[in-house]
């Protein structure tokens, strides 16, 4: 009878086991399925110009995406502040800038120049001037960085000249006609302005309402593919198409 109850007692314990390990198996499938089912609804998520990383990242991260976020209130003031006093000084006061160089380097150096001199009367130390040097690197890197964007750029313009896309080359050619028509607006450095006060505005409340944004862009672009369809069936495709490819085809 003892016999019979310890093995009574071992197959419980072995069911009890095999239950348990089911479960911990299911729930441990479960949880791996809660990130991916997470994962895919994230995935799913309308964002502005189809980008998967912050506006932090997207700007290039590092200080210069920390001004145009204004991490640093006073910095990104600052700058902001700077680039509205040269726009006054250049643009309503009619300043020149190349007479602004000069004016601050003649100031700068006579300034230096009287230190350095007065300096053995009045019994202190001269002014320490560093030496400054561009590092060959840091030119190089520069020159590298701003060929990629001019290949870019120019490669580009070719497949938008060739006749390959043409989305791109419609939404290249609304571009300049509205760049032409600011420009007929204001000279260039208002219009740098403008974008140097956009860069430092825009970014900041989209990061703040960002998905209300994104929500009124997936709307608006829902609807900019339902005319550009109308505008491809009742045009575009109306278009006569060359004989090239026909010859191509026979």
């Known amino acids: 009878m003892a016999e019979h109850t310890g093995e ?93 160089i000069c004016h601050v380097l003649i100031l700068s150096l006579a300034l230096l120049f009287l230190w350095s001199n007065a300096s053995t009367f009045i019994n202190k130390s001269p002014p320490h001037i560093p030496e400054v040097q561009l590092p060959e690197k840091c030119v190089l890197e520069v020159a590298s960085a701003l060929r990629i964007e001019f290949n870019q750029a120019l490669a580009v313009l070719r497949d938008i000249a060739s006749g390959r896309d043409l989305k791109k080359f419609l939404g290249v050619i609304a571009g300049l006609w509205v760049l032409s028509v600011v420009g007929n607006w204001c000279n260039f450095l208002t219009l740098f302005y403008i974008g140097f006060v956009l860069l430092h505005t825009v970014p900041v409340f989209y990061e703040k309402y960002e998905d209300h944004v994104d929500k009124f862009a997936e709307k608006a672009t829902i609807e900019i593919k339902k005319q550009y369809a109308v505008f491809d069936a009742k045009v575009l495709s109306k278009i006569p198409k060359g004989p090239l490819k026909e010859k191509k085809k026979d």
């Open 8 to 100: 009574k007692e071992s197959l419980i314990e072995k069911i009890t086991e095999k239950i348990h390990g089911r479960d911990s198996s299911s729930s441990s499938d479960s949880d791996d399925e809660k990130p991916s089912k997470v994962d895919s609804v994230q995935s799913k998520i309308f964002r502005l110009f189809g980008r998967e990383r912050p506006v932090h990242k997207v700007l290039g991260g590092g200080k210069p995406a920390d001004v145009f976020l204004w991490r640093n209130k006073k910095i990104s003031g600052g700058v902001l502040g700077g680039a509205t006093l040269l726009w006054i000084l250049f643009e309503l006061l009619e300043y020149h800038f190349i007479t602004l």
